[in-house]
């Protein structure tokens, strides 16, 4: 099995390690102020005394955020250490594993781009340094600073020749400007040539418009809601102005990979945007249908315990859907899936997709 959705949790020092000298006193980094914990990116703090929660998967939910553990009590030895990594997948079967990060897809809280461009070179050669204890077996998903996209072309192109299998996407505007702006073809040119996909990966966003339903939240309506609307509110209206954007037309062989929102709202996203295509035709310039691009384009990873990955197979296709676990993460529920789902074809799309 290729698990497509794991993640590391980043050492606590790792920007302190890895930075460049002249980035170093502002280093993404966790401080303990009268007993709480606080993480700090950009000199401003993001995140306080629930840091726990930024894993958790093997801790006690109801006490997860209480105060009650420490960001180290929700990194399990594998989220950090490779040995223990290679030894936890060889006991749960899993062959190879796609890495994304943790605290490095938070938001970066400042308009200083050459810390920034720091931040996401830090974290990458960390995760390079990982994923070379595991060769071939770990699948590393490079960050880089989409705000700028020079410097972000230029790490890209630097990850690529250190190996990594990916690019991640955040699924929001930057900027104000859609994934599929012209802006950023620079970047999908360069995934297109070099054959490697973007993740549309769910992000935490902790305030402002940034956060799906952000009026919902503001009410504070609980985990189940968070949780379950997070991922499909992100990705669905990012995966929809790719198609509508036009962005498979200028980059027809790019590869999309949809993660941690499930793969059940494929078809109904297909449909959806079917339906109006129709209705709108003569004011759209897309020469396809969007159904057309999402089953050529775009791939889905599963999620445990879903029941509608036979049937998205049938109506996306065999070949664009993936599952994943999103271990060590809190709302990780383990590495089982429906009955009767051809686990083989899942492990040759995973292969297909991240090479």
């Not at 050669?125 to 490079?142: F, K, Q």
């Not at 549309?200 to 956060?211: M, P, Q, S, T, W």
């Not at 994943?324 to 009767?340: C, K, N, T, W």
Request: glycine letters at 8%; one cysteine or more; aromatic letters at 10%.
């Amino acid at each position: 099995m290729i698990d497509c959705d794991t993640h590391v949790m980043e050492p606590a020092d790792l920007w302190t390690n890895y930075l460049e000298a002249e980035f170093k006193d502002r280093a993404i980094r966790i401080e303990e102020h009268d007993g709480v914990e606080q993480l700090i990116i950009g000199e401003k703090v993001v995140l306080q005394g629930v840091l726990a929660g930024l894993g958790g998967a093997d801790l006690n939910k109801s006490e997860i955020f209480t105060g009650k553990f420490k960001y180290q009590d929700g990194c399990p030895p594998s989220s950090y250490n490779p040995h223990a990594r290679a030894t936890q997948m060889d006991e749960w079967g899993i062959e190879k594993c796609v890495l994304f990060p943790t605290i490095g897809i938070l938001p970066f809280p400042t308009d200083d781009m050459a810390l920034a461009n720091a931040y996401c070179r830090a974290y990458n050669n960390w995760l390079a340094d990982y994923c070379s204890a595991l060769p071939g077996r770990a699948l590393p998903v490079a960050i880089v600073n989409w705000r700028d996209v020079d410097a972000a072309a230029t790490e890209l192109s630097r990850c690529l020749k250190l190996g990594f299998k990916a690019l991640f996407v955040p699924p929001e505007t930057v900027d104000s400007k859609r994934p599929a702006n012209p802006h950023f073809d620079r970047l999908w040119a360069m995934c297109q040539e070099a054959n490697i996909p973007g993740c549309l990966h769910v992000i935490v966003r902790f305030e402002g418009a940034a956060i799906p339903f952000s009026h919902w939240h503001a009410t504070s309506p609980g985990p189940l809601f968070s949780f379950g609307l997070g991922g499909t509110g992100q990705i669905m209206p990012a995966l929809a102005s790719m198609v509508t954007d036009l962005l498979f037309e200028r980059f027809p062989r790019l590869k999309i990979v949809s993660v941690e929102a499930g793969c059940g709202f494929a078809p109904y996203l297909m449909d959806r945007l079917d339906a109006k295509y129709e209705a709108f035709r003569s004011l759209i310039p897309l020469p396809m249908k969007p159904s057309e691009y999402i089953q050529r384009n775009c791939y889905f990873v599963a999620e445990p315990m879903e029941r509608t990955v036979q049937e998205t197979m049938r109506l996306v296709g065999k070949e664009n859907v993936m599952w994943g676990s999103d271990y060590p993460h809190i709302d990780a529920v383990g590495f089982g899936l429906g009955g009767g789902v051809d686990i083989e074809q899942l492990q040759v799309n995973a292969g297909v997709v991240f090479g």
